[in-house]
């Protein structure tokens, strides 16, 4: 159940990032509430996780799906370049994360 608690944890850390865009530098007040509120969530959800996964992988995992996730939301909602050297690390990313949830005891 860790597992889950930890990938949903790294969703709503890509959720706040997104809103925390959208509140444009905490300007706008629904953003800016609802990214508050999703930081608390992503937190909430990685703790959970904490109880049995290590530190370290769980915080490389918690981080990697959230910078993944708000890198592709980048490049599909915000329109951002999608050069292939960033795509390519960005895969590196990804390969990073499965391989920590892989390697996991």
């Known amino acids: 159940m860790q597992w889950f608690y930890l990938v949903i944890a790294g969703l709503f850390e890509v959720a706040w990032a997104v809103c925390l865009k959208l509140?444009?530098?905490?300007?706008r007040p629904v953003a800016s509430v609802a990214t508050v509120i999703l930081m608390i969530a992503s937190f909430y959800f990685l703790s959970l996780a904490l109880k049995s996964i290590p530190l370290g992988t769980?915080?490389?995992i918690w981080?990697?799906?959230?910078?993944a996730g708000?890198?592709?939301?980048g490049v599909f909602v915000f329109h951002e370049p999608a050069q292939p050297l960033r795509i390519f690390f960005l895969l590196l990313v990804i390969a990073g994360v499965i391989g920590l949830k892989l390697s996991a005891s």
């Open 58 to 60: 769980a915080y490389a």
């Open 70 to 73: 708000v890198a592709l939301i």
């Open 23 to 27: 509140s444009q530098s905490f300007s």
């Open 63 to 67: 981080t990697g799906i959230g910078a």
